[in-house]
């Protein structure tokens, strides 16, 4: 059901699960997934206590965060390291939910690449600025502070996900044109090539409008990609578009 065509290319879909399902639902989740023709444009970053489960699948596994201590003697830290050695490809690095320091942020996406860890790298607006001239300002800096010591060619294996923090957790996401605008801002000044996703209260309602955005390449979704029909039927608008 979710599959393209070879020449058409994929919108990139990220399910944030963080700490919503239990065991029990986990399985269930998997489940039905496995009863679905999912491509590994689709990336599912389970809380890291299930990862083991998701290993192996026809979608791309993700973890939500990665420690910087690179110390095997530490409790309850799972370091790069064994990152790695799972294949997990994915890592979101700098969600709202996490966000610290900047230059922590930095040193986590070149921890990410020197491992073979591609990088969800979430940026965002704290609160609503009105001046859309200032938000790209912010964005800039941002973003600037985040991939110092980056190469072009480490920016192939960074995917940018566009989270303003004012419209996590509301019933609507952000409008298409200020999403439209902040995308192509970021594509004019860092790369054209990079992909650039949105987040922030993405749910089956707002999908059908989300879609229409043309310079979007995906879609980073969190308390609605825990809910199986409803994440799937998300997917199935996004592939449909």
């Not at 269930?28 to 496995?34: G, H, Q, R, T």
């Not at 930095?106 to 690449?113: P, V």
């Not at 912010?138 to 940018?160: H, T």
């Not at 029909?229 to 592939?239: R, W």
Request: aromatic residues 8%; proline residues 2%; contains cysteine.
């Amino acid at each position: 059901m979710f599959l393209k065509e070879v020449f058409m290319e994929s919108k990139i879909i990220v399910a944030n699960h963080k700490g919503y399902l239990n065991y029990n639902e986990v399985n269930n989740y998997i489940k039905v997934l496995d009863n679905k023709k999912l491509t590994n444009d689709i990336i599912i970053c389970p809380s890291n206590i299930y990862l083991p489960l998701f290993l192996n699948k026809s979608y791309a596994l993700g973890i939500q965060d990665i420690s910087l201590i690179e110390s095997k003697n530490i409790t309850g830290e799972i370091n790069i390291e064994q990152i790695s050695n799972m294949h997990i490809k994915y890592s979101i690095i700098g969600h709202n939910d996490r966000r610290m320091y900047f230059t922590v942020i930095n040193k986590k996406i070149i921890e990410c690449l020197k491992n073979n860890i591609n990088v969800i790298l979430c940026i965002g607006e704290m609160e609503k600025i009105n001046d859309i001239m200032n938000v790209q300002k912010y964005i800039e800096n941002q973003l600037r502070e985040c991939l110092v010591n980056i190469s072009s060619n480490d920016l192939k294996r960074i995917i940018i996900a566009y989270e303003p923090n004012w419209s996590i957790g509301n019933l609507d996401a952000a409008p298409n044109e200020y999403i439209s605008n902040i995308v192509s801002f970021i594509k004019s000044n860092f790369n054209q090539k990079i992909k650039v996703l949105y987040g922030g209260s993405i749910n089956y309602s707002n999908i059908k409008r989300l879609v229409n955005i043309s310079n979007l390449d995906g879609f980073l979704i969190g308390e609605a990609s825990t809910r199986c029909e409803e994440f799937l039927n998300i997917i199935e608008v996004v592939v449909n578009q």
